[in-house]
């Protein structure tokens, strides 16, 4: 605790008797000034014990006195130390009263207690508090180095909390609460998601003080460089004190070290991590296992899913798609436990292996009802795989990934792909391009008025060849309709009895729509 005038009073060596204020002696001392201006104010900065013998004071002056209390209270002076025997043989009572009224701790001096005593016990009594503040600081540092190695950042936010007699709460980079100690605190740290968010935005280091009704928050962001990692929260019913500050000041450090890995170490994972899955889709999954031992626990033996994200090709603010995306997975992944396997091959493609039905695939689908462009990623989901079938899964990724690219999608999976029409494929305008050159001949054709043969022809391959069904639909001979084929043919250049050709004429009527006379 810092010194108080009623430490000061209670202090044997000073023998201060006090003569008003007597109800506000917890206030604390942070200086101890002695001046005998009229009007000492412009030289205080608040919190000071004002020391004077009233040498130019008009003392019998009652409402002069009551306008320099006033001014002394309004500058921050928490109390006045008048010496008697030197100029007044004892307080004038003008002083007095006003102190009284007004409510300014009014301290007697005796004539034998110098003002450099006075001075020497607070200035004593504040180095006492800063070395105590220090020492303490320095234990919970070693305290919270003790539970960083032992037990990780969950033990270092339960240290915290005790140290600063709060709460404190641990965020990853989305704002999600990690850790919150005590117990309770994990809900009112859940309500400060917004304001961690928003903490984010800004370049590292970054804080901010959040008030509250039932506390006072401070948030501190993690990280090192520029880039937020995470973010800590500390709550108190009032401001920090020096040793809680040097508390949090080491928490905020064995808690970046414990989040942020060192740049080697991340490269060295990373190469392993793509060496595994180069392992995976060689067809070489025992080899995989070998090489990655404990690292990604039991993720490489089934069922995975692959996946494949590229950016959206334009400019865009803040941070580069794709490393937002493998944060968020990861981050994901952290959450619930789970173990997750990210490859970045340059800026431009990341791939990740996540198990099946876990909540890295859960992120990424929340991607699914997203465009492209506000997402900033197009990402490629394959079906359940099992290690033997890793380069199936790559494939099948890189299919629901260029689908996903043609149709301005954030994610595909291709199992969609799978259980759907093949039918939205083709609106491509290169696909579109091709049918139109296919039927081309026969539109100009028909526009002649010579014949219907895009309707004959929509016909016959809709009834599968059969000429009595499909002449009935379009109410004509059977004759005519085979005499319309062989025009097809001609005109075409090419024979309906290749199911090539006919697959491809199919094709071409959906892609312009005149299977449904749309044209």
Known sequence: MPPTLASLVQHSALKLTVRAGEDRLDTPVRWAHVSELADPVPYMEGGELLLTTALTLDAGDADAMRRYVRRLLGAGVVGLGFAIGVNYEDIPATLVEAARAEGLPLLEVPRRTPFLAISKAVSAAIAADQYRAVTAGFEAQREMTRAALAEGPVAVVARLAAHVDGWAALYDTSGTVLAASPEWAARRAARLTPDVERLRERPAPASAVVGGTEDRVELQSLGTGRRVRGALAVGTGAPLGTAERYAVHSAIALLTLTTERSRSLQAAEARLGAAVLRMMLSGQPDHARAVAGDLYGGLLDAPFRLLIA??????????????????????????????????????????????????????????????????????????????????????????????????????????????????????????????????????????????????????????????????????????????????VEEILGRSLDDPDVRMELWLALKATGTDAGER
Request: proline share 5%.
């Open 310 to 487: 590229e950016p959206v090709p334009g400019e865009r603010e803040g941070e580069p798609p794709l490393p937002e995306l493998a944060e968020a997975l990861e981050s994901a992944a952290a959450r619930a436990g789970e173990t997750v396997l990210t490859v970045p091959e340059g800026e431009e493609r990341l791939l990740v292996l996540a198990g099946d039905g876990g909540a890295v695939v859960s992120a990424c689908e929340a991607y699914s009802e997203r465009d492209a462009e506000d997402a900033g990623v197009v990402v490629g989901l394959s079906a359940p795989a099992g290690p033997i079938a890793a380069a199936a899964a790559y494939k099948q990724a890189e299919q629901a990934l260029s689908v996903a690219r043609r149709r301005g999608k954030a994610l595909v999976e291709h199992e969609d792909l799978a259980a759907g029409s093949v039918l939205p494929l083709l609106a491509d305008d290169a696909v579109r391009a091709f049918a139109d050159g296919m039927l081309r001949a026969l539109y100009e054709h028909d526009a002649t008025g010579r014949g219907d043969l895009v309707a004959s022809l929509r016909a016959w391959l809709s009834r599968h060849g059969q000429w009595d069904a499909a002449a009935a639909d379009l109410g004509v001979h059977r004759h005519t309709l085979r005499y319309r084929m062989r025009r």
